[in-house]
Every structure is written in structure tokens, then in C-alpha cells.
């Protein structure tokens, strides 16, 4: 007996359980008893009785049966003088319909059926390739047909009556299920409830697949784009890795190059080299000489003004007259000019590399040899 409240029943401890008639109750609450039993040194419940608290049926002791025996313990040898259990009372079903032998053996249980229980106990047969239950099984066990007896499947009927039947005198007047009349076969539910909607488990209750099909059109386009997002990631990856081993080299056009024969230039300045070269070529009576393109100032390319009859830079204004020589602007000197001579061939080989300069305040050198041709 606990010291905190404990109360004794017909021979068993109720502890801190509701007395009957009482609700199903939930694991955690077993659970808490449990412990509390275990506490007080009170002999713990039953496996049996667990199950008959689970669904809102009296224990073994308040049925007045013998006390159940705490789990560990010694369980006494049956005597034959024992009376044997009574029969489940029949449930009423519909005259005018006949059950088959799955929905008979559901009706002897006395379970009370709802909707969401007749779709789970439907999809756990589906898994299990056991014929599923029919309609007027499901209407009788929702209890929609006639309280009225109905005729019982041949395979039904046959076990009932090899069922041996109890002395009107021992059979109570109004008997309660027991727990292996309640109990049904399959896998146990480890929740308490109905499932939550979304949930696998309510999809698997309701009948319904909890993933999607597998194989369809959308799906296999959607496996392909994924890969082919893969392979083109690391595709790019692989190029680049390869890429860092070439050479990273700059290609300049040579600085020594020919510009045809002499005779091909006139008097005055040709431009037709200034793109590819920076080059302009200027003839004056009886020399030849290149000119580079670069503005003494800040290295900008002048332009080429023929109705001017000058070199002008766009940059700041430099002015120089027809032969580079500056004469306005910031510029501090005449452009350079580059190294030419005559080829075997007789053309004009000029090297840009190869400059002649006049600085500024010092002597100049365009009539070094090499800075013109004599023509």
C-alpha cells in the first residue's frame, strides 16, 4: 500500500490510476505510474493490464479474476478446477446481410470502429495480401445496419459451434471484453491518437502511398538536368585545371619589318602604316625617313592634319610641323624617328627598336646615319 494515496482494490493496487469507469489512457501516463510504483515498491502493472488501460478496459483484478502477477515474477501453475473464460457476447449485426469470415472475426472482438480505424485496418491488409474487407463489412462494423442477427459465413459459424459453451449458471449477466477479445493482429501503432494530418502515418491510415510514383516522365527529366548540371560544372573545372599548365605569352608584331621600295613614297607624309606599325613615313627633298607615332609629352598618337599641314595631339594640344618637330603645347621635343636602310632586296627595312631622338637643349641626332635614307 502507498503511502501517498494508494488505494486497494478487490486485491490490487489502483496506486494513483482513476478508479473505474475511467478513459483509455495514454503510454505516458502508464509510464509515470510505473515509476511511481516502482518508487513505493508497489508491485509494478502488468503487460496484460497495460494493454486493458491502454483502451479503457478494466484490469484483471477489477474484474474480479485473479490478481495479475508483476512482470519478473513466478506465475502459478494453472489448476483445473479454473472455470473457463466466457464467451465474447454476440455483437448485433444486419439480418439482411452476410458477413465474411475477416469482418465475422472483427465484430467477435467488440471493438468500437470508426472511419479512420476501418481505413488502417484496410491498408494494413493490402500490405499483408489479406482480402480486404467488403461494404456491408464496413457498414456493420460502423454500426449503420439494423441491430438484428445476421447470418454468419459457413467458416464463422462451424468454429462458433466448436466453441464448447459455458454453464448458463457460471456466464455473468452482462460480462466485459477482455483484452485478447479487444486485441487485434498486425503491427502496433506508436502513437496515441490519430494521426496528424500530412503525416506518413496518417497517409498509411487512410490508405493512401506516402511517397510518389517513381520512374515517370517528369522524373526522369528532372534526374537528367541535374546531371547534366554536374558534367558541365565540372567539364568548366577540368578546362580551367589544364588551362593554368599553357604559357601565358603576349604576341607583339615584330619591331623590324619592310615597308616596300623607296620610289613607292612621295613627297609629303604617307599614314597608310600608322594602324599596324605607328609609323608614319615622310619625304622631303632628297631624304626619307620614318617618323614614330608618340607624342613626346605623355606617349598619345597624334593625328595627321593635311589641310593644316601638321601633327596635332588629341590629348593636350601638341602641335608639331610636318617633319615631327614641335613648334606648341606642353610638348618638351620633336617626336623620335626610327632606324631605316635599304634590304638586299632594295626595300625599306625599318626597326622601331632603334630610335634617334633630339633632347631637349642638346644636339640633335636625325642626321646621324641610319635616321634617314638619301633618295
Not at 122 to 148: C, H, Y
Not at 190 to 204: I, L, Q
Not at 260 to 279: M, W
Amino acid at each position: 500500500m502507498a503511502d501517498d494515496g494508494a488505494k486497494a482494490v478487490a486485491g490490487g493496487e489502483l496506486g494513483r490510476l482513476p478508479a473505474w469507469p475511467r478513459k483509455p489512457l495514454n503510454n505516458s501516463v502508464i509510464a509515470a505510474e510505473q515509476a511511481h510504483r516502482k518508487r513505493s515498491g508497489l508491485p509494478l502493472i502488468s503487460d496484460e493490464d497495460v494493454e486493458a488501460l491502454k483502451v479503457g478496459q478494466q484490469m484483471s483484478w477489477e474484474r474480479g479474476d485473479a490478481p495479475a502477477a508483476a512482470p519478473g515474477a513466478p506465475v502459478a501453475a494453472a489448476t483445473p478446477s479454473a472455470a473457463p473464460p466466457a464467451p465474447a457476447p454476440a455483437a448485433p449485426v444486419a439480418s439482411s446481410a452476410t458477413l465474411s469470415p475477416a469482418g465475422a472475426e472483427l465484430m467477435k472482438g467488440g471493438f468500437k470502429w470508426s472511419k479512420s480505424s476501418i481505413a488502417a485496418e484496410q491498408a494494413r491488409r493490402k500490405r499483408n495480401n489479406l482480402p480486404a474487407l467488403t461494404d456491408t463489412d464496413v457498414a456493420l462494423l460502423l454500426g449503420e445496419g439494423p441491430p438484428a442477427a445476421a447470418p454468419i459465413a459457413p467458416a464463422a459459424a462451424a468454429q462458433a459451434a466448436a466453441r464448447p459453451a459455458a454453464p448458463a449458471a457460471a456466464r455473468p449477466a452482462a460480462p466485459m471484453p477482455t483484452v485478447s477479445q479487444v486485441a487485434r493482429t498486425g503491427t502496433a501503432t506508436k502513437y496515441v491518437g490519430t494521426p496528424a494530418v500530412g503525416t506518413s502515418k496518417a497517409a498509411a491510415a487512410g490508405g493512401v502511398a506516402s511517397t510518389g510514383m517513381i520512374g515517370t516522365e517528369a522524373d526522369i527529366n528532372r534526374r537528367r538536368l541535374v546531371w547534366t548540371g554536374v558534367v558541365a560544372f565540372l567539364a568548366t573545372w577540368l578546362l580551367a585545371f589544364f588551362r593554368f599548365f599553357l604559357p601565358r605569352t603576349l604576341f607583339e608584331p615584330s619591331t623590324v619589318f619592310k615597308i616596300g621600295y623607296a620610289s613607292d613614297f612621295g613627297l609629303g607624309v604617307d599614314t597608310k602604316f600608322q594602324q599596324k606599325f605607328r609609323i608614319w613615313v615622310d619625304r622631303v627633298p632628297g631624304r626619307l625617313f620614318v617618323i614614330y607615332a608618340k607624342c613626346t609629352h605623355l606617349g598619345c598618337t597624334p593625328d595627321w592634319k593635311p589641310s593644316e599641314n601638321k601633327f596635332k595631339c588629341p590629348c593636350h594640344g601638341s602641335g608639331y610641323d610636318s617633319e615631327g618637330i614641335n613648334f606648341e603645347g606642353p610638348a618638351p621635343r620633336p617626336m623620335d624617328r626610327a632606324h631605316v636602310e635599304l634590304a638586299p632586296d632594295g626595300q625599306v627595312l625599318v626597326d622601331v627598336s632603334r630610335l634617334y631622338q633630339w633632347p631637349k637643349g642638346q644636339a640633335s641626332h636625325f642626321d646621324d646615319q641610319g635616321a634617314f635614307l638619301s633618295v
